[in-house]
C-alpha cells in the first residue's frame, strides 16, 4: 500500500472525540474515518439495487447443512 502524507486541520474537540471512541491514536482514527467514508458510497449503490435484484435460491435451501 502507498501512503501519502497530508497535512490536515480539523477541529480540536472533534479529533478528541473521535480518538477517545476509537481508543486509538490520530493516524488509524483518521484512517478508519477515511474508511468509512469510502464505503459509505458503496453501501449507497447497494441500498439503490434494493428491490430490483431476484434471487433463484430459496432461503429454506440455503439453511440446510
Known amino acids: 500500500m502507498k501512503a501519502k ?6 477541529p480540536e474537540d472533534l479529533l478528541e472525540r473521535a480518538t477517545a471512541v476509537s481508543g486509538q491514536g490520530i493516524t488509524p482514527t483518521i484512517r ?6 469510502a464505503a ?5 449503490r447497494l441500498r439503490a439495487l434494493k428491490g430490483k435484484v ?12
Not at 5 to 10: F, Q, R, S
Not at 32 to 37: A, D, H, I
Not at 40 to 44: E, H, I, L, N, T
Open 54 to 65: 431476484k434471487f433463484s435460491a430459496k432461503l429454506s435451501g440455503l439453511r440446510e447443512d
Open 40 to 44: 459509505s458510497g458503496a453501501y449507497a
Open 5 to 10: 502524507k497530508l497535512t490536515v486541520e480539523v
Open 32 to 37: 478508519r474515518g477515511l474508511e468509512l467514508v
